[in-house]
């Protein structure tokens, strides 16, 4: 089963740019593998930012933006705010799915 | 209201099994693609099975294959997962998500319950 990295904590201060990344074991992260990015906040179930690579929902923040970088999917908040301090997951596509191990993002 | 309602955890022994169940309401849960996922405490998601919509295909972690079975009711709306041969190890948060494709087979939206929590001690 592949593995997925995801950086385990990263800070940014508030109006600041951050990229968050998502490794594959088993090379270059593609658009086959349709990569998902979640938010979760404390005590909350996890919600569905980013899907198919850089797609967005009606809900998500226009700071938020997802792309493939350097072989890995990434997550790039431009202009934190406050509310943005959460977990954030990505999920990879292979014959089933495998989530990273989720970065914590401190705004601060 | 589109809910999704985990139930069935709590405390169980190493080896013992459980049945969790999502109760589905205000959507069409016939099409939707259901999955399980869990969350050890303080610790990432976790992947743990799906079922495709009319039950007829399923998939498994490697670390529950052979353990835990999918299943889903359409008729009443519910997802199940049987866990056997539990070890501390499953120890987690477990929600359900719903998952819709569209026509052309792509993405469209998800749904996620709140999870219910299973510990596996002695």
């Known amino acids: 089963q592949a593995v997925v990295t995801q950086e385990p904590s990263l800070t940014v201060s508030p109006g600041g740019t951050v990229t968050l990344t998502c490794g594959s074991s088993?090379?270059?992260?593609?658009?086959?593998?349709?990569p998902y990015w979640f938010q979760q906040k404390p005590g909350q179930a996890p919600r569905t930012l980013i899907y198919d690579t850089s797609n967005k929902h009606s809900w998500t923040p226009a700071r938020f933006s997802g792309s493939l970088l350097g072989g890995k999917a990434a997550l790039t908040l431009s202009g934190a705010q406050p509310e943005d301090e959460a977990e954030y997951h990505c999920l990879l596509s292979y014959s089933n799915w495998v989530f990273g191990g989720g970065t914590k993002l401190t705004v601060l | 209201e589109v809910q999704l309602v985990e139930s069935g955890g709590g405390l169980v022994q190493p080896g013992g099994s459980l049945r969790l169940s999502c109760a589905a309401s205000g959507f069409t849960f016939s099409s939707y693609w259901m999955h399980w996922v869990r969350q050890a405490p303080g610790t990432g998601l976790v992947w743990v099975s799906r079922v495709n919509r009319d039950g007829s295909s399923t998939g498994y972690a490697d670390s529950v294959k052979g353990r835990f079975t999918i299943s889903r009711d359409n008729a009443k709306n519910t997802l199940y997962l049987q866990m056997d041969s539990l070890r501390a190890e499953d120890t987690a948060v477990y929600y359900c998500?719903?998952?819709?494709?569209?026509?052309?087979?792509?993405?469209?939206?998800?749904?996620w319950g709140q999870g219910t929590l299973v510990t596996v001690s002695s």
């Open positions: 998500a719903g998952f819709y494709y569209d026509s052309r087979g792509y993405y469209d939206h998800d749904y």
């Open positions: 088993t090379g270059a992260v593609t658009s086959g593998h349709y």
